[in-house]
């Protein structure tokens, strides 16, 4: 389960960031039939469709980030086969293409098998623990309890410097 999920965060990592690096679609940031190919292809819904989905499957309402690394163009979800979570904000401009993937997990226990001794602690400012991890040269993510909930998000520094520990940090922090 736990090498599952990570393969799930790099493979959508991969995909989206080939997506948004693809010649073609940064000739053609503007044209919303490739993002709703994007979408169909990811099985992805409005973000809104998805949290309802998932706090109705948990029966719980579902504690967010306030603060994101960038201002998303464009929000989309599901609800993975594990049973998780997962949004995607993208933004997407003509000299501009970022995205962030984040998975949400209930019960708070399902984070236990993404945390290895390998993992950088920290202590969030809520007293809480968050497990910082270099997965490749590509990819950083965190992983955290709070209210309840689990959490894993990353994403690739050189798309955005907000994927360093502190940034993910600082996102981490803003869910009230």
Known sequence: MK???IIWVVLAVIVSFNFLNNPQTKANTHDEKQIEEFVKGNNYMPVREAIALFEKKVNKKVSLP???PFEPTHRYGKVTDNGDLQIHYMNVSNDHHEDFIFYVMYPESEIDQHITQE???ITLDDGNKAYFRVNSTH?????FKKNGWAYLIGGNPKQNAKYNVDGLIEIANSIK
Request: hydrophobic share 50%.
């Open 3 to 5: 090498i599952k999920l």
């Open 119 to 121: 993992d950088k602690v």
């Open 139 to 143: 990819l950083r993510s965190l992983a």
């Open 66 to 68: 306030t603060s994101l």
